[in-house]
């Protein structure tokens, strides 16, 4: 079993940044590949981005070139960090674990319980 925390959520202007982390603990941290997903209301959940064992990372589109996904394996961490902030950023942000190089949220094993980013206009 793998528990992850998020923290970090809050609201924010457009045009701002906020970093969330995910703190993990369990089994080993670094035997999983760390994935971001977002839901807005009435919205399915959505990948955002994921990284790799060796921080190799992926983004969705829309989030590309904005959001920067790392991991610290010493401190059991991965971050998100996003900035040039956008309204329809808003969503419950939450970090995932998993054993595939994957974006479908069915081939992640272990969530979080999600944090709220409110970006206004």
């Known amino acids: 079993q793998v528990q992850l925390v998020e923290f970090g959520g809050g609201l924010v202007q457009a045009g701002g940044s906020l970093r969330l982390s995910c703190v993990a603990s369990?089994?080993?941290?670094?035997?999983?590949?760390m994935g971001w997903f977002r839901q807005a209301p009435g919205k399915e959940r959505e990948f955002v981005g994921r990284?790799?064992?060796?921080?190799?990372?992926y983004y969705e589109d829309s989030v590309k070139g904005r959001f920067t996904i790392s991991r610290d394996n010493a401190k059991n961490t991965v971050y998100l960090q996003m900035n040039s902030l956008k309204p329809e950023d808003t969503a419950v942000y939450y970090c995932?674990?998993?054993?595939?190089?994957?974006?479908?949220?069915?081939?992640?094993?272990?969530w979080g319980q999600g944090t709220q980013v409110t970006v206004s206009s």
């Open positions: 995932a674990a998993t054993i595939d190089h994957a974006t479908a949220a069915s081939l992640y094993m272990y």
């Open positions: 369990g089994r080993t941290f670094n035997n999983y590949i």
């Open positions: 990284i790799s064992r060796s921080s190799t990372t």
